[in-house]
């Protein structure tokens, strides 16, 4: 499973791909407005960091405006991934860059159905948001193992890019599902990456260190 950092934090995207696990980042609009920096500059920063795919999202609603919306993000970097949100509109975009050989993320994604137009609308990924759907007591693993299953019967190309993770089992899950990529906020790969036996037995190891005459 490939593991994207879901955050426009420069500094935290930094201290986990130094550390070798970050193969790709995703960003919202939400996200961009919580380190209060323009658009276009973190966008180009994080592509100097993380020699992956980055997802940047458009804002416009209408194909008519999405469409060169979509082609001017994809024309900041060779790795721009272009994030457009599941409707009828975000699907025609996706149809229409994808021909040129434009990368789309599907975004907003809350039920296996929705999942299958995008793959068929030929999304490079698509992004279900498990939180947001245990949020309303529906479960969001759920709904991965659903897509899963169908982009397989049908072989489509479609990554599955499990969004909205808000704890280590979400992360979990996915990768007992056979999910492609997870994208995962910075707190939680810190949770994946701890363990407090390895925290005790370092402990150990170093005190037991200690009494090996020198
Ligand atoms: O990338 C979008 C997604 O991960 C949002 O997560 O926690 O705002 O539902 P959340």
């Known amino acids: ?63 008519e405006d999405m469409i060169p919306e979509a082609k001017k993000l994809a024309a900041i970097h060779e790795n721009i991934v272009v994030k457009v949100p599941l409707t009828a509109e975000g699907l025609k975009t996706v149809k229409a860059v994808s021909q040129e050989g434009i990368k789309t993320n599907v975004t907003l994604c809350f039920s296996a159905t929705q999942a299958l137009l995008a793959a068929k609308a030929g ?37 599955v890019l499990v969004a909205s993770i808000r704890n280590p089992l979400h992360f979990l899950e996915a990768a007992r599902m056979g999910a492609d990529v997870s994208t995962v906020p910075p707190s939680v790969l810190g949770q994946l990456l701890k363990h407090p036996l390895t925290d005790i037995g370092i402990e150990k190891f170093l005190a037991d260190w200690e009494t090996v005459p020198k």
């Open 1 to 63: 499973m490939k593991i994207f950092i879901d955050t426009a934090d420069v500094a935290a995207i930094r201290e986990y791909a130094n550390i070798g696990i970050v193969d790709g980042v995703t960003t919202n609009p939400s996200l961009i407005a919580k380190v209060g920096r323009k658009f276009e500059e973190v966008v180009r920063e994080i592509c100097d960091i993380v020699d992956g795919p980055i997802s940047a999202e458009a804002i416009s609603v209408g194909a």
């Open 123 to 159: 999304a490079t990924y698509i992004s279900p948001f498990v939180g947001r759907l245990d949020d309303i007591a529906q479960e969001g693993m759920t709904l991965i193992q659903d897509i899963v299953d169908i982009y397989g019967n049908y072989g489509f190309a479609t990554e």
